[in-house]
């Protein structure tokens, strides 16, 4: 079947809104279970237990070089709050020269079952040319409905909200009881985001507080809180499908940082030397950013300073890649000081991903960072308790983390047996 068909095929199932339906046991006439289309699931986000229970009528294997077909699945937040799918399907063997993308759009309301189900009816029309191929017509039900495009269209330009979505949220509270120490940690915040082809906007107010007591037999107790309460916002007008510009402001108090208000605003510009339709499955952007801070100090810092305004510009550059032989991430980003230009900052860093040979995978991370802009450090020495309980920043030139890790995967082709027990 000539490539132009398949493509035919997928855009009319895409404009339909009940999805194509697979007969979830095989015909009798159905090919042999080790005859029947390999493929290679390689999805960040998805319930892949959940797929192969669901969609039975191909092998599912360990590693892409064994497959027919090499399934790869990116996705990205939409403006509404939702998902959107990209899906590749990749031909290899006999199939090598069928190749196709599409997207699916998963409505922010719709529950975890829903948005797995949505997903797996997605990859049931992409795979139901490459299936064909194989299986007999009768080991294939397809089903679907007319879509009325023009009340999807009304809908969207109807929507009484305008394009925001407002987002509550309470995480990450954790209170822990021991007989001589307290612990109480807390997250709370709200998000509320306008995404459009042409703008994207946020605001987003946050607000943080850690507690920690330790009862001492023989002293007083030692305490210790900790809060990082803020607002962050931003505009961000797209240009074209290189350029954007954006205005950045944020309110940050933070009393192990001795930052008692801090109040930023950084205009800026961003270049992406790809199109920005493409960010999904790869992206290389520069950004620079220049702007003033108002800093308002706890306490008096090591350059005798209570209060101070601070000039600064920044300037970043980074690459994004996800492929189906592996993720690259990667980036520096420098900045400084007008009022002193001996203060500044850079930092490097990467995590690469790859897939070297069948069943055989490496995994590099590493960040460097050299500092030389602390100036918000307090006066005076630190205390012990102050240290160990995280309650002040202490000076530092450089911080350098990295990590690696192999991975290597071998024995039977097959990974389609589905067993939940115990999960």
Wanted: hydrophobic content about 40%.
């Amino acid at each position: 079947m000539p490539r132009a068909v398949y493509l035919c095929f997928l855009l009319a199932v895409l404009m339909l809104p009940a999805p194509m339906a697979w007969a979830q046991d095989p015909a009798p006439d159905a090919l042999a279970a080790t005859d029947r289309l390999r493929v290679y699931l390689d999805c960040d986000g998805c319930d892949e237990t959940h797929i192969r229970a669901e969609i039975t009528l191909v092998n599912y294997v360990r590693d892409p070089e064994q497959a027919d077909v090499h399934l790869f699945i990116t996705n990205q937040r939409t403006g509404s709050g939702g998902r959107q799918y990209e899906l590749s399907f990749l031909g290899r063997e006999a199939f090598d020269s069928i190749e196709y993308t599409f997207t699916h759009t998963v409505d922010p309301v719709t529950t975890t079952d829903e948005r797995r189900e949505a997903i797996n009816d997605a990859i049931r029309a992409g795979l139901t040319p490459y299936v064909l191929q194989r299986e007999p017509l009768s080991a294939v039900d397809v089903t679907y409905a007319q879509a009325d495009v023009a009340d999807v269209a009304a809908a969207m330009e109807n929507d009484p909200w305008k394009h925001w979505v407002f987002r509550a949220y309470i995480g990450d509270i954790e209170l822990e009881l021991e007989s001589n120490r307290t612990v109480f940690d807390s997250r709370w915040g709200i998000f509320a985001d306008h995404v459009t082809d042409d703008w994207k906007l946020r605001f987003r107010p946050y607000f943080n507080y850690d507690f920690v007591r330790i009862s001492r037999d023989d002293d007083d107790d030692v305490t210790s809180s900790i809060s990082r309460h803020g607002v962050e916002t931003y505009a961000i007008k797209s240009l074209d499908q290189h350029w954007s510009v954006g205005l950045f402001a944020e309110y940050l108090t933070r009393n192990d940082r001795n930052l008692k208000h801090e109040v930023e605003l950084l205009p800026g510009i961003e270049y992406s030397i790809l199109p920005y339709d493409e960010a999904t499955r790869r992206a290389i952007t520069i950004v620079y950013q220049v702007g003033a801070t108002y800093v308002d100090y706890f306490e008096q810092t090591i350059f005798d300073k209570l209060q101070e305004t601070l000039f600064r510009q920044r300037l970043r550059a980074s690459v994004a890649i996800r492929q189906p032989w592996g993720n690259i991430f990667s980036g520096l980003e420098g900045s400084h000081f007008f009022n002193d230009f001996t203060k500044r900052r850079a930092e490097f860093f990467g995590s690469v991903s790859v897939r070297l040979i069948e069943g055989l995978s490496v995994e590099i991370g590493g960040q460097f960072e050299m500092i030389q802009d602390q100036l918000n450090l307090p006066k005076g020495d630190a205390t012990l308790e102050d240290i160990l309980l995280q309650q002040r920043e202490l000076a530092t030139d450089f911080v350098l983390s990295g990590s690696i890790g192999l991975s290597y995967t071998f024995g039977s082709d097959f990974a389609n047996v589905v067993n939940t027990r115990f999960d």
